[in-house]
């Protein structure tokens, strides 16, 4: 949008960093080159890991979560060789379909009704590490957060504002919407043994504004935030950002 930055008197703008490189031996060789630079320069944890054996469980069962399928598939993952299982989207209250529950994060009591622990302590039992998957930035129409506050959504006033896949944009502009995502992804790696994060963003910032402003950038720089401080406090889990969406594709994160 037009203004996204207007700096003031002496104000400084960082902008992304922008990385190439060149190599003698044609595409293949840039390709190896840029991922060997990723891989010592970029990632941050964990240093020098192997990348782990994933087994995810989103087009095993997609929304339809049952705890003792999820053990057993837990099993025949762990039998497989398997080292990572990681939860899908479907975990959280309400969401039983694209069109609902985004930002309602707190386990599905009937989908779990003991919790996450029974799955979670399974899975570590059988050696592997577990995972989870999360979309923290986003927010259905129909969910409890929304009816709750509407307001939070990033958008322009007098315009009206498109859904992607169903859900908007949640404003980490608002200190408010942006302590109830680290308050309720703290009780998540907080409560919780979780090795792994697979972090979602499934649609774009479409007039993305905060008070009458343009907001591409300051919520960029909002989710940058959140991450360190999720980082800083739970050192031992791993992020990793979900391309299949794309709007999380970034060297920073």
Request: charged share 25%; aromatic share 14%; proline share 6%.
């Amino acid at each position: 949008m037009p203004g996204e930055k207007a700096l003031r008197k002496n104000e400084t703008l960082y902008t992304p960093w922008l990385y190439a490189c060149h190599s003698a031996d044609g595409l293949n060789g840039m390709s190896q080159q840029y991922h060997r630079f990723l891989r010592d320069e970029i990632i941050r944890f964990p240093e020098q890991k192997p990348r782990p054996v994933h087994l995810n469980t989103w087009e095993g069962i997609y929304f339809n979560h049952n705890p003792d399928y999820i053990m057993q598939m837990a099993e025949r993952a762990a039998a497989l060789g398997v080292e990572r299982f990681i939860i899908d989207d479907g975990w959280f209250k309400g969401r039983n379909d694209d069109r609902a529950a985004l930002g309602d994060w707190y386990t599905d009591e009937q989908k779990y009704p003991n919790g996450l622990m029974p799955v979670i302590k399974h899975v570590k039992s059988l050696g592997m590490e577990f995972g989870i998957w999360v979309e923290p930035e986003m927010i259905n129409p129909d969910s409890d957060l929304f009816r709750l506050h509407p307001d939070w959504v990033l958008s322009m006033p007098g315009y009206s504002q498109p859904t992607g896949r169903y859900q908007y944009v949640l404003n980490l502009n608002i200190p408010e919407a942006f302590a109830y995502i680290y308050e309720r992804f703290s009780w998540l790696l907080g409560e919780h043994p979780v090795d792994y994060v697979k972090w979602d963003m499934n649609r774009e910032l479409v007039q993305a504004g905060h008070e009458g402003r343009a907001a591409a950038d300051a919520q960029t720089r909002q989710f940058y935030r959140l991450l360190d401080l999720l980082r800083e406090r739970f050192p031992h889990v791993e992020f990793e950002s979900c391309a299949s969406g794309g709007g999380v594709l970034t060297s920073k994160s």
